[in-house]
């Protein structure tokens, strides 16, 4: 029943404080026992003016989970009730105030509130006052002087306050009366008070009726039959100096320790007169057992250890008898008080906010600061100023101390927490009395702070880059990424997606690249074409499996590298089953320009840098620029209008494995007049000519060679050693009056960029010497030798034999051509540019181009 329903005497109160930040609050409630259960006590919510519309999450639970049952708490809106009916002398006997107190927290959002609860159990009338039994026996001598006062058994009333025994009423009599005496416990125990003389022989027995009466509406009682019998008198009973005493009793006195003497004197003579001592009849065997009486001395002793945190007062009732016949005992009061000592080291009880887990407490490092973590209780045996205690925090100053309600703190944070830092927390609770000297009590405890999905998935980089051969095998590794999450459990289970997007030309991202959910391992979809894509940009999400969700992505650069996987192709001259007819003036002179043949590589780099070549000149007229594609005249033309000069050539790129392609270029000669502007190159003699020679024309041409100067050189010794200088001055004059001069065309080197690759060979329809040094073409002499080849020639020359490079060569010296020096050594010696060996002089008749290779 709640109280505030009740009587208009009880009103309800509530005493509570509710504040932002992290206190605690006390809410106290009033509710009568054996209520019936279900009876509403409060409602915290409505009491606490919690809005729980605006917080669904809001929940009351209990700290700590225990067999209580007298209480039942609803967790959704804090509503108190009844669980059991409750007993209060059950639950706190013989104590007028009877708390039931709890704490309870409210978990709303990332604040937790502590909210202590007492709940006060009123007392019903519904015991009644009982003695120890239906009957006592008294007996008193007829002599007993008038006031004389007896103690008579003490009746128990399990109720408090009002409703606990409040007087003792006796049967009516002309003798006896009856007094109620309050001990210092707050007992209430009657004596039996002498009204008027005895005499045994009148009047040897009386029966009185003893009643207990409580203060209830409506008052109980309880009664016994008290049975008097009247004895005959001994004319002097002992007396007590003192009717009552009362020592103090430090409680930890040794065993044996003398708290006092009792003292009764006798003046009878003999056995009446000797004293002896003891306790009273109704005396309880716990004051037995703790004290001793010597009978004869008085002598009142410790018998058992005392504690005073288990009982501080004793009263005992001593008892002095005198031997003789019919002995009236008289009573002394004794009052033993325990003094407290500091023999208790204080109590500390640590209620964790959440059930504790192999000793250590849990908290979400989603708490926000001021977060209510556990409840820290002290308690000492001990009173006054041994029983204060001092509390303190010691281990880390994330945590402190507050008080909550008495001799209750709270732990609470003092700033927000991260597991990922510092996952626990190891803290020292002290606590220490102030008694002297001080005792100190420690005691570990461990908060662990559990985790939340506060973190992402983090890549160890932004911006990943990679390279990836084109031409791979679908469905090939690439790489993995890994993305690590610092949380625990399913929040730092990372998996991996791929964020679609396009890559060059539409088509979709995952076409290309595929990942793996678990390891982030990255895969192709297809064949990489480095021509079609060159760079793909792949964006990977990494997502934990907590609540909620938190990602993050990296940015990976893929960089397709190119593979020489295309060959060169011709773009000039437009050709035709690989084949082109271009024409070419029937005057051009040597070094012209005949074309200047253009081809593209889809490839790039070394892949797609070109180079030209000449694979096939049967005439051996033309040279070939490796860099530019230019193919150039090495002699002038003597051709008639309608030949055709046929050659192949051939294109290649620079690659690891080197792709080409060939073409047929057909010159037909025609009556044309050259552009004014038309190039014309003097070209150089360039070993890579020889690149074109297999190894058995190279080996032929070196043994004819050698040969060839053997004999050669034979015969210029035989020629000299039969002529006189006279006859060789008269040769030289002779040979050199056709005024010509030597003239060495300047040759083209491999370092240079424009160098040509010629034919191999050249040898004119005669017999040719040859030689070694550099193609030699003849000029008239006078001509400046400074200038280039004129743009047409009209003269016609004689064929001389010549050197070109390295390659044996019969070629048709051309007007206005430049020459070189004399060599130096004599007009009569080897390759001198004034002597003639060929044999026939200046002819007129056409040379005929032969092709010398077998």
């Known amino acids: 029943m709640i109280l505030w329903k009740m009587s208009a005497q009880i009103v309800c109160v509530l005493v509570f404080i509710w504040l932002r930040t992290t206190h605690c609050t006390t809410t106290k409630y009033y509710t009568y026992e054996e209520d019936a259960p279900g009876t509403e006590i409060g409602n915290l919510s409505k009491d606490l003016k919690i809005e729980l519309g605006q917080n669904s999450q809001t929940s009351f639970r209990f700290m700590q989970k225990t067999n209580f049952s007298h209480v039942h708490l609803r967790q959704i809106d804090g509503l108190l009730t009844v669980g059991e009916s409750i007993d209060r002398e059950e639950l706190c006997p013989q104590s007028l105030e009877c708390l039931i107190t709890f704490d309870i927290v409210i978990f709303s959002k990332d604040r937790f509130q502590l909210i202590h609860v007492e709940i006060e159990v009123m007392d019903i009338n519904d015991n009644s006052p009982r003695f120890p039994s239906n009957e006592s026996y008294l007996e008193i001598s007829e002599n007993v002087a008038v006031g004389t006062r007896f103690p008579l058994d003490i009746a128990v009333d399990r109720d408090v306050g009002i409703n606990y025994i409040q007087s003792y009423q006796i049967s009516s009599n002309s003798h006896f009366d009856v007094e109620v005496r309050e001990e210092e416990d707050g007992l209430k125990y009657a004596e039996l008070i002498l009204l008027n003389g005895l005499d045994r022989e009148a009047d040897d027995f009386y029966t009185i009726e003893l009643t207990a009466v409580d203060g209830g509406k409506p008052p109980r009682t309880g009664s016994m039959t008290v049975n008097i019998k009247v004895l005959d008198f001994n004319d002097n009973s002992p007396t007590f100096e003192h009717s009552s005493l009362k020592v103090e009793l430090n409680e930890d006195e040794p065993l044996g320790f003398l708290l006092l003497k009792v003292h009764a004197s006798d003046p009878d003579a003999g056995i009446n007169g000797e004293v002896v001592y003891g306790f009273a009849e109704d005396t309880s065997d716990e004051i037995r057992r703790v004290f001793q009486i010597d009978s004869f001395s008085g002598s009142l002793t410790l018998n058992a250890a005392v504690d005073y945190e288990n009982r501080k007062l004793y009263e005992l009732n001593i008892q002095a008898y005198d031997l003789g016949l019919n002995s009236v005992p008289s009573t002394c009061r004794v009052t033993v008080e325990i003094i407290d000592v500091n023999d208790n080291v204080p109590e500390i009880s640590i209620k964790p906010m959440t059930s504790m887990s192999e000793g250590a407490a849990y908290i979400t490092e989603a708490a926000a600061e001021e977060s209510f973590v556990a409840l820290i209780s002290t308690s000492d045996r001990d009173s006054g100023p041994n029983g204060y205690v001092r509390i303190s925090l010691h281990g880390h100053d994330h945590f402190r101390l507050q008080q909550a309600y008495g001799d209750t703190f709270m732990i609470v944070t003092t700033t927000a927490l991260d597991r990922e830092r510092l996952p626990e927390y190891n803290l020292t609770v002290v606590a220490e009395d102030f008694g002297s000297p001080p005792f100190k009590t420690l005691k570990q405890y461990t908060i662990r702070v559990s985790d939340e999905n506060d973190n992402p998935p983090l890549f160890s980089k932004l911006v990943y880059e990679l390279a990836v051969m084109e031409n791979n095998v679908p469905g090939s590794y690439i790489a993995t990424v890994v ?362 008749t056409p040379s005929i181009i032969i092709n010398t290779r077998a």
């Open 483 to 844: 993305a690590r999450d610092p949380d625990l459990g399913d929040n730092s289970k990372v998996t991996y997606k791929l964020l679609d997007g396009e890559v060059t030309g539409g088509a979709l991202l995952s076409t290309y690249v595929t990942v793996d959910p678990v390891s982030g391992s990255l895969y192709t979809a297809r064949s990489f074409d480095y021509e079609a894509v060159k760079q793909i940009e792949v964006k990977i999400e990494a997502s934990d499996s907590g609540f909620p969700q938190l990602s993050s992505t990296a940015l990976i650069e893929i960089k397709v590298v190119d593979q020489n996987d295309n060959s060169p192709y011709i773009t000039y001259p437009v050709l035709q089953n690989d084949s082109a007819d271009i024409p070419i003036p029937f005057n051009a002179p040597s070094g012209y320009i005949s074309l200047r043949v253009k081809a593209r590589d889809a490839d790039e780099g070394l892949n797609g840098e070109l180079s030209y070549r000449l694979i096939e000149d049967d005439q051996i007229l033309f040279s070939m620029h490796r860099d530019t594609g230019e193919i150039a005249l090495k002699y002038g033309l003597s051709f008639l209008c309608g030949d055709v000069l046929e050659i192949k050539i051939a294109v290649s790129d620079n690659g690891r494995s080197p792709r080409s392609c060939n073409a047929t270029i057909r010159f037909v000669v025609a009556e044309m007049q050259l552009a004014d502007k038309q190039s014309v190159l003097v070209l150089e003699s360039s070993q890579d000519a020889w690149y074109n020679l297999d190894v058995s024309q190279v080996v032929i041409i070196m043994l004819g060679g050698g040969c060839v100067l053997l004999i050669i050189a034979i015969a210029t010794v035989a020629l000299s050693c039969k002529r006189n200088p006279r006859d060789r001055d008269s040769d030289v004059k002779r040979m050199t009056q056709g005024h010509f001069e030597k003239h060495l065309l300047p040759t083209h080197s491999d370092e240079d960029p424009d160098i040509y690759q010629g034919p191999k060979a050249l040898v004119s329809g005669q017999n040719a010497s040859v030689q070694r040094d550099s193609i030699h073409f003849y000029r008239e002499t006078g001509k400046d030798p400074s200038k280039g080849f004129p743009a047409i020639s009209t003269q016609h020359f004689e064929p001389v034999s010549l050197w070109q490079g390295d390659k044996d060569n019969l070629q048709i010296s051309g007007a206005d051509q430049m020459s070189v020096k004399d060599s130096g050594k004599g007009d009569s010696d080897f390759n001198d540019s004034d002597s003639d060996i060929s044999g026939y002089g200046c002819k007129r």
